[in-house]
């Protein structure tokens, strides 16, 4: 750098002759090319003993292969005295950030980028004893023991300086980015927080529930498939519930408020509640996530104040907290689509097995029963024709109703019993029957456990089956 510096005085100064610049300006070109040397020698190596670059082994141990996947925690501490401590989780891809009294996520590549930027300095000549005044003190624990980087807030031309100590060898300095300066400042530090309430995690989640208007859904997964717990059991439409899901960790967040601002902003009577569960490592432990949407944020509504937080749940189901309680100002479009209306998660179809996979189905009415077995060729039954068999099986099976009801239809009637089985045995078992739609139109209605769900009436399958 500095026979760059030199190359570029000595070409200054060629230009200068080569256009008749008198011998005066040559001389005050070349006290200015020697003024930038000298800056830039005492940025590099502060004044100590020039000459070669130092061996590797002169230099603290923690420094020596150092690698940013194996720090296992940061404590940044400022001039004012003001600390913060970073520590990693349980959850890979996320570190926490405990600062002020608050506890805030961080993704784990914001730390590791920092982290490449210390492993990467160009290191300078030994610091000699020499202090960083008014500078920010870094302090990593590594598998080599703790290292130090204090970092200075001088910048002078675009570079700043950095002293690195630890046990196993010398201090060194290190030029640096005038931008690194900045980088673990606290206005730096707090930039490096996630702003949303909450985090989509890597992991499954397993458990959605949202709290609105005096509606209540909740929703888990059971190997692979989603049911309805809360208000009714069923099995609940996975599309949509993945669409929730992506909608309640997807908020679009505008304002971080600080600990001063975030009292008085309607939490304690909120208008809605987003819980998610997600299971994130072994031994069963999950990270529960919780978001309470408070009062508007503007007089148009078109922003509303949300806290959100973390908890850790054990596989003995202990909780601890994990981050939060933190409060934002989030976009309402980015919420308003969260429903807590149960009907919009149970599935729309009556039974989620596939109609190839029912081997077996009884129609009982009216205290009679008959019993259909599917063959190679189709349908079979002991007495009589198999009728529309296939297509009450295709109606159940792979068939979408509308919006299904808790509640039962007014006015509707049941026509028959219809169990349905498999190789493996019973795999539903559902009333249909017939009702009357919107339009006062005549419609199947299909019952299983505490859900209705209309269909367009079917002549022939409603006729068959009475």
């Known amino acids: 750098m500095v026979r760059d510096l030199e190359r570029t005085s000595k070409e200054g100064i060629g230009t200068g002759y080569t256009r008749g610049v008198n011998s005066k300006s040559a001389i005050v070109a070349l006290g200015v090319a020697l003024v930038a040397c000298g800056v830039l020698f005492w940025l590099s190596g502060r004044g100590g003993g020039g000459g070669g670059k130092p061996g590797e082994t002169e230099l603290p141990a923690w420094t020596r292969g150092f690698d940013p996947a194996r720090v296992t925690g940061l404590r940044v501490q400022w001039p004012d005295g003001g600390v913060a401590q970073l520590e990693p989780t349980p959850v890979t891809d996320v570190w926490l950030l405990e600062c002020d009294g608050e506890r805030w996520p961080v993704a784990t590549t914001r730390i590791r980028g920092a982290l490449r930027l210390i492993g990467e300095m160009s290191v300078g000549s030994e610091a000699e004893g020499e202090e960083l005044v008014g500078g ?42 005038g931008g690194f300066t900045r980088l673990f400042t606290k206005q730096g530090l707090l930039a490096w927080r996630e702003p949303v309430p909450m985090l989509p995690l890597p992991g499954e989640t397993m458990r959605l529930k949202v709290v609105a208007g005096g509606l209540e859904s909740e929703v888990t997964r059971v190997k692979g498939r989603w049911g309805m717990t809360v208000p009714v059991g069923a099995p609940a439409d996975g599309e949509f519930v993945q669409a929730a899901i992506a909608r309640a960790h997807g908020m679009k967040v505008t304002r971080v408020l600080t600990v001063a601002e975030a009292s008085g902003l309607g939490f304690d009577e909120p208008t809605a509640v987003v819980v998610s569960e997600t299971r994130v490592g072994g031994e069963g432990m999950s990270v529960v996530q919780e978001a309470v949407i408070g009062n508007a944020a503007d007089v148009s509504g078109e922003s509303a104040y949300v806290r959100g937080r973390g ?156």
């Open 136 to 177: 920010v003190v870094v302090r990593l624990t590594t598998p080599a023991g703790e290292g130090v980087v204090r970092v200075g807030s001088d910048v002078v031309g675009g570079k700043g300086w950095a002293r690195l100590e630890g046990e196993g060898g010398a201090p060194r300095v290190a030029v640096v980015d």
């Open 311 to 466: 908890v850790w749940v054990e596989g003995d189901g202990k909780e601890r907290a994990a981050w939060g309680p933190v409060v934002f100002v989030v976009e309402r479009s980015s919420i308003e689509r969260l429903t807590a209306d149960p009907r919009a998660y149970v599935s729309k179809r009556a039974v989620e097995s596939p109609a190839a996979d029912v081997l077996r189905v009884v129609v009982r009415v009216g205290g009679g029963e008959r019993e259909y077995r599917r063959e190679l060729n189709g349908w079979s039954v002991k007495e009589g024709t198999v009728g529309e068999v296939g297509a009450l099986v295709g109606l159940l099976c792979e068939k979408d109703a509308g919006m299904p009801a808790l509640a039962e239809p007014t006015g509707w009637r049941a026509i028959a019993e219809v169990e349905l089985s498999g190789s493996g045995g019973a795999l539903a078992k559902v009333v249909v029957g017939e009702g009357k739609g919107a339009k006062g139109e005549r419609v199947l209605v299909v019952k299983t456990a505490e859900v209705w769900r209309e269909y367009a009436w079917e002549a022939g399958v409603g006729a068959w089956l009475e």
